[in-house]
């Protein structure tokens, strides 16, 4: 049986504002990726998912770029 959390611990608390604005730091950055690491990064989740890494990453310059280029690839 899996249990739920009900409660946070004081120290778990405490560390929220720590982690929020970390992640805040990280989706709010406007410098280049490393794409390198990025994509070691993809690869990985991949195959810690039981799944095959894709062949192929295609970058983009921003999320536009990205919309119009999933538009373009469908």
Known sequence: MTSRI????DEQI??????RDAWLAHGLATSP???PEAEAG???AYRAA???PPRLLIWVDS????????WMLT
């Open 14 to 19: 405490a560390a929220l504002t720590t982690t």
């Open 63 to 70: 999320p536009m770029a990205g919309a119009i280029a999933a």
């Open 42 to 44: 993809v690869a990985e």
């Open 50 to 52: 039981g799944l095959e």
């Open 33 to 35: 990726a490393n794409r």
């Open 6 to 9: 009900t409660q946070l611990t």
